[in-house]
Each structure stands twice: as C-alpha cells, then as structure tokens.
C-alpha cells in the first residue's frame, strides 16, 4: 500500500493561477480523501481521476475552500450512485457556518423538492474521524474566530494545517514523528495567515524539515520560500507519504 498527499492547489485565495489550496490523499494511487473545495477543485479533481470525490474534509468556510460545494450539490443529485453517499466530514462547529454559507440558499434545485443536504452524508467530527478503518485526527487552528477553522492529519502520515497562523501547540503533537506537514505559509504573514518569518521563530529545526509549505500569493513567492530552503508543494504534486501508524488506544 502507498501513501500520497495529491496537491490539487497551492494558491492564497488571490493567487488564482495557484488554484484553490485543496490536496487529496491517495492510497495506493486511488483517491481516498479530498481536503477543501474550492471554485475551481472540482474540475481538477475530477482531470485527475475522472470521477467525483466521495470523501470530503472541509477545514473552514471561506469561499476558496467551499466554493465548490453547490455544483457538487447538483452533481451528486443527479448521479443515482453517488446521492446521499458522498460523505462531507467536518467540525461540528462548522456545521452552522455550512448551513448559511452553502446548504440554505433559497432552491438548491430551482424546481424545488429537495434539500441541500440530502445529497451527501455530513459527517460532523470533534475530534477526529474514522474512514476505511484509518482514524484521522482533527485540530483547532488559528484562522479569524476561534472555532471556525480546523485542520486533519493521518497520524504517521501527514498534516494539513488549512489556513492559520503558526500553531506550534498542535503541532507538537506530531513532534518526532514521520509526517509531512503542509502548512500555510506566505512570504509575508497577516494576522489570517503564516508567514516565513513566523515559521522562523514559532517552530524549531526539526520540524520545519517536515514542512510542505502551500497557500503563498504567487509562483514567485513560492520560489523564494523554496530558494530559503524550504519544501513548497506545487500545484498537481504528489508527496509520497510514509505509512500511517496502525489506529491506536488514544483513537476513536
Ligand atoms: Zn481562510
């Protein structure tokens, strides 16, 4: 079995030739989690694996993250096979924010008769969930308000941060560890978002070898954050992961 974290995206919710930060995690070439929704995901998604994703962790609600979420709707509807299979994980906290923000608009389908969330399966999690056997971990980040942004991470195999500021509290969890992180990072931090200089002073050594930093504001910031030394995931890169560690007594 092998393990890759797919990045579908790199860009800040500027930097549209980046594409919408978004990754899928692929185990042994197949797509089994898709992290984030963006505008333009599901068109990448779907030029990658010529199918729809039945799997979805949404990290926040910002449009550059959910902003493919009503076409999906409508996808998934309409394809026998998929309605009311494609499971949606998310916080519990985000519930209410992807209530207002995507599921109520007023006639999902203009013919009406059907309510948003008929067509997938929403799975809310605190922390953490279960997917094909493997537990996947669920952490608050630093984005806007607190409780409305949370990254996943597959113990053993990587971290998704999702858009915050440094969060070395979390992150010490996986201190040691074998994970890739990918971790939001610009080249200027802004009080949504990492910068490099933050990265310098919040994390030590160690771990900022395990970054893949993604969410920068062009091609050519992303170089310079290479050119510091540090790995940047690129738009259609796979990072080869390493095993996720068996789900263990402090799972579930
Ligand atoms: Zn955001």
């Given amino acids: 079995m092998t393990w890759h974290l797919h990045f579908l995206g790199t860009g800040a919710a500027h930097a549209v030739e980046l594409g ?16 984030d929704c963006g505008p333009d995901t599901l068109d990448r998604y ?7 994703p039945r799997n ?7 449009m550059d993250h959910v902003g493919g979420l009503e076409r999906l709707f ?3 509807w309409f394809d026998e096979a998929l309605r009311g299979k494609t499971r949606v994980f998310a916080h519990a906290a985000l519930v209410p924010w992807l209530q207002t923000r995507v599921a109520d608009y007023p006639g999902v ?3 009406g008769g059907v309510n948003y969330w008929e067509a997938f399966r929403l799975v809310p999690c605190s922390r953490g969930f279960w997917l094909d056997g493997w537990w996947f971990d669920v952490f608050a980040t630093r984005h806007h308000r607190p409780g409305t942004s949370f990254g996943v991470a597959l113990p053993g195999s990587f971290v998704f941060t999702g858009d915050t500021r440094p969060i070395p509290e979390v992150l010490a969890q996986y201190e040691g560890g074998q994970e890739w992180i990918a971790h939001d ?12 200089d ?22 050519a910031d992303g170089e310079a954050l290479a050119a510091r030394g540090y790995r940047i995931a690129r ?9 996720p560690l068996p789900p263990g007594a402090n799972a579930g």
């Fill in 56 to 62: 979805i962790y949404i990290t926040h609600t910002h």
């Fill in 46 to 52: 779907y030029a990658a694996y010529g199918e729809l």
């Fill in 235 to 243: 738009a259609g890169e796979r990072v080869a992961l390493a095993a």
């Fill in 74 to 76: 409508t996808r998934v």
């Fill in 109 to 111: 389908l203009a013919e």
């Fill in 185 to 196: 990072c610009g080249l200027v931090g802004n009080p949504s978002h990492t910068g490099i």
């Fill in 20 to 35: 919408s930060s978004s990754a899928v995690l692929e185990r042994s070439g197949k797509p089994m989690l898709l992290i």
């Fill in 198 to 219: 933050d990265i310098e002073r919040e994390y030590e050594e160690g771990l900022r070898a395990r970054l893949v930093l993604y969410h920068y504001g062009s091609k």
